[in-house]
């Protein structure tokens, strides 16, 4: 699949000055279609190369400078003649012919066409006043105004399409296609709104050069599941769907367990969804788990309901707490009273991640106990509910780990067998079928049998197809273009390497920084994705991230907190391309040894806090210039430098932030500023939490060096609050208070102030 960059041109007047030399200047833009010789762009950017008192017609066989800014090598200036030229009521488009061989790397644009683009993401490269090299525009299609479509800026603040974009190709995010051309955009800084010309007016306009070249939305989905807006293209599993709906009807806890790339999301997706709401349920998906289980189930329970982001998100907090509080039952009652309907279906997919991004062990079992709960008032008729958790076989013993949980598990197990010959057959040709695209001979068979008998590789055919859809030929898929690709086996590997290799060298840094940190290094966790924020990044980091998306290797979207968060399209990525593979395992096998050396500081770092201690009472408010020595030891194993000052102020901070965990054992707590010093904490602390605390203090610096060490941004202390107060929970859970207070009534210890 080309990126756009290839296809971006910018049309220049050059004019020669008086001392001989040559003054360029960029008009406009346009970009490359067709068969890598002609170039689209607005009609008026071409009144720039008109003489006074010339008409545009007259530009007839003129040539124009060109330059194509954005390849890897840039192409130097080509000239191309123009074509044809149309600006009236319904369009301002011209046609150019390169003169020129087409430089090295350029690519013609995939034009997709489809009549329900509204609220699709889009960029758009310009080049405005006094932007020396250029900008990219993002934002959202808003709809139909006239002959034109509406594309709205991104926000408020921040680049927008403006004047200098004329000419450029609206590349959608959801399509992975040119849907337009920028023909217009508002002077002022205010609607921030432009009109573009849609890609069917645009091949109609030069149907001599585009007929046959505009290609349909892609039914198929690369590497991410099938959603639920995706049914009418999901073939292969009315069968085990139907199956599924037959079991919702007559249990209250179903467990969808398979390998990775074996199709659970999109059968939960687009299939269990979108039946089970035909058949009268009021359906809730909870796609991710996240480190707080009960607020992603609280942000789930609340997608139905309009409030504005910050009513929403206090809603989101306090919903949540009231479950973690009281349980999960009344909650989810009112949810289903609230939709009008009988009966509840709520879907956990990718439950997996309740192990993988949630830390604190308490919180797990207690959302595990009370899922059960809830699936458990069906049986007592007081709640009609059904709960579907779905997650990767390899998770099974982490699961069994909760006894009760996984017994459950054991007898409400639903397997998910792999596609018979004619149910791949089904997927790979009948959403073609739909859009008007056919299979040369014999290309669905050997796609068919390079597929079968590998359950897992389902990821792995959807990508490859989605890449010869837009290597169509008059709506055909060839077998040429299949083996250009790569097939289903190397498909995937070779686009990502294709796309990496596209990169600056920076950039490529950047990539493999961005690539380690979207998966779990941890070994019980190894290779399974974990989604990122932006803020998480270096800073533009995200940039390259973004190339990334565009060539299908991981997906960005927006938190419900309104933050841009990414991961990987598909866990399998891990497995098929090599050079992530090797960047994982290398950086993996790095990050547990460093991770051994701090262990065993963080334990040294024990015995020399609690002999320092002397005593079975401490005072606290010199322990943050303890664990601070411990973070510089710490940073040093890493590689990496912090301040004193700065690592006892953010001990300080955190200690604040995790010392109720450990209330048990505190009386007189006390923070204050002190003066020069930050944040200091008083309060008498009994010996038997020095350990705990230390440990949990070491993890949440070793949580902040390992984060920098793979390439990310310093996380802040409230993250590294987090991290100290579950291991602090876990910790503290396993003191006996009621010894102590016996050992301290016959010692007779008084604290030290």
């Not at 061989?101 to 329900?116: F, K, R, S």
């Not at 963080?602 to 401490?618: C, F, L, N, Q, Y």
């Not at 003066?675 to 440990?695: H, K, M, Q, S, V």
């Amino acid at each position: 699949m080309r990126p756009i960059e290839d296809s971006i041109a910018c049309l220049l007047r050059v004019d020669k000055l008086s001392n001989g030399s040559s003054d360029k200047k960029v008009v406009g833009a346009g970009f490359l279609v067709g068969d890598r010789r002609h170039i689209l762009t607005c009609a008026h950017v071409l009144k720039a190369f008109l003489a006074h008192g010339e008409q545009l017609q007259s530009l007839h066989d003129r040539r124009v400078a060109i330059e194509f800014p954005l390849l890897a090598v840039p192409s130097g200036l080509l000239h191309a003649t123009v074509d044809f030229v149309k600006l009236d009521e319904g369009g301002d488009i011209a046609g150019l012919t390169l003169v020129d061989d087409p430089p090295v790397g350029a690519a013609p644009a995939t034009l997709i066409y489809d009549e329900n683009l509204e609220r699709h993401q889009f960029k758009a490269f310009g080049v405005p006043l006094k932007s020396d090299f250029g900008e990219w525009a993002y934002g959202k299609i808003a709809g139909t105004r006239g002959p034109w479509i509406q594309i709205d800026a991104e926000s408020q603040v921040g680049r927008r399409v403006r004047r200098g974009y004329s000419g450029t190709a609206v590349y959608d995010l959801d399509l992975h296609g040119v849907a337009g051309m920028v023909v217009k955009a508002d002077d002022a800084d205010t609607d921030r709104v432009a009109l573009m010309l849609p890609a069917k007016t645009l091949v109609n306009a030069w149907s001599s050069v585009l007929k046959g070249k505009a290609i349909p939305p892609c039914p198929y989905r690369g590497i991410n599941p099938f959603e639920e807006t995706d049914a009418e293209v999901f073939f292969g599993r009315k069968l085990l769907t139907d199956k599924l709906l037959g079991r919702i009807q007559e249990d209250s806890f179903i467990a969808v367990v398979a390998p990775s790339g074996s199709g659970k999301s999109s059968l939960l997706r687009a299939g269990l969804l979108p039946g089970a709401r035909a058949d009268g349920w009021h359906v809730v998906l909870a796609r991710e788990i996240g480190e707080d289980p009960f607020k992603s189930l609280a942000r789930a329970l609340l997608s139905d309901v309009e409030e504005s982001a910050l009513s929403y998100s206090e809603s989101v907090k306090r919903l949540a707490s009231a479950m973690l509080d009281n349980g999960l039952t009344d909650d989810v009652a009112h949810a289903l009273k609230r939709s009008g309907k009988q009966r509840l279906l709520l879907v956990l997919d990718q439950f997996e991640e309740l192990f993988t991004q949630c830390h604190d062990e308490e919180m797990i079992h207690k959302f595990m106990d009370d899922l059960l709960e809830l699936a458990d008032s069906n049986r007592r008729g007081s709640l009609p509910i059904t709960v579907v958790c779905a997650f990767r076989s390899d998770y099974m013993p982490r699961v069994a780990k909760h006894s009760k949980f996984g017994s459950r598990v054991n007898v409400s197990w639903f397997d998910i067998p792999p596609l018979t010959k004619g149910e791949l057959r089904e997927v790979i040709e009948e959403p073609a079928a739909l859009a008007g695209v056919s299979f040369e001979k014999g290309l669905a068979e050997r796609i068919t049998d390079d597929v079968l008998g590998q359950p897992s590789s389902l990821p792995h055919m959807q990508y490859i197809l989605t890449l010869l859809w837009h290597e169509q030929d008059q709506h055909l898929l060839k077998q040429s273009a299949y083996e250009q690709l790569g097939g289903v086996e190397r498909g995937l590997a070779r686009q990502a390497d294709a796309t990496y290799e596209r990169l600056s060298e920076d950039d490529q840094a950047a990539a493999r920084r961005v690539f380690v940190q979207l998966v779990h290094l941890r070994r019980e966790t190894k290779g399974t994705q974990r989604p990122i924020l932006e803020k998480d990044l270096l800073p533009g980091d995200w940039n390259v991230l973004e190339k990334l998306a565009d060539a299908m290797l991981v997906t960005t979207g927006l938190t419900a907190e309104g933050e841009r968060c990414a991961q990987l399209s598909h866990e399998a990525l891990v497995e098929a391309w090599p050079r992530l593979t090797e960047w994982v395992e290398s950086t993996a096998e790095n990050v547990w040894r460093l991770d051994r050396e701090v262990e065993r500081l963080i334990r040294r770092s024990i015995g020399a806090t609690i002999g320092a201690a002397a005593v079975p009472w401490a005072d606290i408010a010199l322990i943050p210039g303890v664990f601070a020595v411990m973070a510089q030891r710490m940073g040093r194993i890493y590689g990496i430098d912090v301040d004193r000052e700065a690592a006892k102020n953010i001990t300080g901070s955190v200690i604040a932030g995790v010392a109720v965990v450990g209330a048990t054992w505190l009386t007189n707590f006390e923070l204050f500023k002190s003066t020069g010093a930050g944040y200091a904490l008083t309060f008498a602390i009994e010996a038997p939490l020095l350990a705990p605390l230390t440990y949990a203090i070491g993890h949440a610096w070793q949580f902040y060096f390992r984060v920098r060490y793979i390439g990310g941004g310093a996380p802040t202390a409230i993250q590294m609050r987090e991290i100290a107060a579950s291991e602090l929970r876990m910790r503290v859970r396993k003191l006996n208070p009621k010894a102590l207070r016996a050992r301290r009534k016959r010692n007779r210890f008084s604290p030290i102030r």
